[in-house]
């Protein structure tokens, strides 16, 4: 069974920093792409970013370049997401996915709010 538990979320100010996690259990971790998105109130889910199965290749959205970065240990079983520089439309909950036999899975997701 596949299970993607994100941790890290916090109430931070603006310009402040954070690192989310997701543990990865129940496939190859090492076989998939794994992706970060959010959702805000009232909001389309948004793509953060994506990291490839061996982390050579990333891909983020505009609105977070050069402030977030994506990165994975696949002896941990486990993806990161590092944010810097964080705006108060940053503010989302924050999902870690995959995919598994053609099907999407998702965490439960960890909340990020960014204010003074």
């Known amino acids: 069974q596949v299970q993607l538990v994100e941790s890290g979320g916090a109430l931070v100010q603006p310009g402040g920093s954070l690192r989310l996690s997701c543990a990865a259990s129940g496939f190859t971790f090492s076989s998939k792409r794994m992706t970060w998105y959010r959702q805000a109130p009232g909001k389309e889910r948004e793509l953060v970013a994506g990291i490839s199965r061996l982390g050579s290749n990333t891909d983020y959205a505009d609105s977070v370049k050069d402030r977030f970065t994506i990165s994975r240990d696949n002896a941990k079983n486990t993806v990161y997401l590092q944010m810097n520089s964080l705006k108060p439309e940053d503010t989302a909950v924050y999902y870690c996915?995959?995919?598994?036999?053609?099907?999407?899975?998702w965490g439960q997701g960890t909340q990020v709010t960014v204010s003074s």
């Open positions: 996915g995959t995919q598994y036999y053609g099907n999407d899975y």
